[in-house]
C-alpha cells in the first residue's frame, strides 16, 4: 500500500460543511474515494512531485509550492485519514496556485529529477533511481495536478488534500 495522496475539490459551501463538522468529510471518503471527475489520485508520486517543485520534498515544507498538498490549513487537527488530517485551500488559494503552476513546463520539471539527492532526501518513496520511466510518471502526475488545479480555479473551488 503506502502513503497515497489524494486531492478532491469542492464547493466552499461542501467545504464549511467539513469545517463545521470534520465526521461529514471522513463518511465522504469513505464513500467515495478516488471516484469521479473531482477527484486526483496522485498515488505514491506526492512527495517526488513536491521534490520538483521545491527541491527538498515534503521536508521543505516552507515552499510556497508544497502548499499544492499541504497548506497548513487543516479541517480538523484531531481528525486522523491515515497519514493526519485533511489539509484544503480556499478558491482564492486554488486560483493563485493554479496560476503558479501554470507558469511551470513539464519538460523543465523533468530536468528537475536527481534520485540521488531525492534519496538523500529521503523523498517518498525511497530508492530512487536513474531509470526514466521514474521520472516520466513524475512528469505526467504533474501535468494531472497541474490540469486539476487549473479546472478547479475555472470552477471557483476548494481543494482538500489528504495522505491516506
Given at each position: 500500500?503506502?502513503?497515497?495522496?489524494?486531492?478532491?475539490?469542492?464547493?466552499?459551501?461542501?467545504?464549511?460543511?467539513?469545517?463545521?463538522?470534520?465526521?461529514?468529510?471522513?463518511?465522504?471518503?469513505?464513500?467515495?474515494?478516488?471516484?469521479?471527475?473531482?477527484?486526483?489520485?496522485?498515488d505514491k508520486s506526492w512527495?517526488?512531485l513536491l521534490f520538483l517543485?521545491?527541491?527538498?520534498?515534503?521536508?521543505?515544507?516552507?515552499?510556497?509550492?508544497?502548499?499544492?498538498?499541504?497548506?497548513?490549513?487543516?479541517?480538523?487537527?484531531?481528525?486522523?485519514?491515515?497519514?493526519?488530517?485533511?489539509?484544503?485551500l480556499l478558491p482564492e488559494?486554488?486560483?493563485?496556485?493554479?496560476?503558479?503552476?501554470?507558469?511551470?513546463?513539464?519538460?523543465?520539471?523533468?530536468?528537475?529529477?536527481?534520485?540521488?539527492?531525492?534519496?538523500?532526501?529521503?523523498?517518498?518513496?525511497?530508492?530512487?533511481?536513474?531509470?526514466?520511466?521514474?521520472?516520466?510518471?513524475?512528469?505526467?502526475?504533474?501535468?494531472?495536478?497541474?490540469?486539476?488545479?487549473?479546472?478547479?480555479?475555472?470552477?471557483?473551488?476548494?481543494?482538500?488534500?489528504?495522505?491516506?
Amino acid at each position: 500500500m503506502g502513503m497515497l495522496a489524494y486531492l478532491v475539490r469542492v464547493d466552499k459551501e461542501t467545504l464549511d460543511s467539513y469545517l463545521a463538522d470534520s465526521q461529514l468529510l471522513e463518511s465522504m471518503i469513505e464513500n467515495n474515494q478516488g471516484l469521479g471527475p473531482n477527484w486526483l489520485d496522485l498515488d505514491k508520486s506526492w512527495d517526488g512531485l513536491l521534490f520538483l517543485l521545491n527541491g527538498e520534498g515534503m521536508a521543505n515544507i516552507d515552499h510556497p509550492l508544497t502548499s499544492v498538498l499541504f497548506s497548513d490549513q487543516v479541517i480538523d487537527p484531531d481528525q486522523d485519514l491515515g497519514y493526519g488530517p485533511a489539509n484544503y485551500l480556499l478558491p482564492e488559494q486554488v486560483k493563485d496556485l493554479s496560476d503558479q503552476l501554470s507558469l511551470i513546463i513539464p519538460s523543465e520539471l523533468k530536468q528537475r529529477y536527481d534520485p540521488q539527492r531525492m534519496n538523500e532526501c529521503q523523498v517518498y518513496p525511497t530508492g530512487w533511481d536513474t531509470d526514466h520511466q521514474l521520472s516520466d510518471f513524475l512528469v505526467e502526475s504533474f501535468k494531472e495536478l497541474q490540469k486539476f488545479y487549473a479546472q478547479s480555479a475555472v470552477e471557483g473551488l476548494a481543494i482538500i488534500s489528504f495522505l491516506s
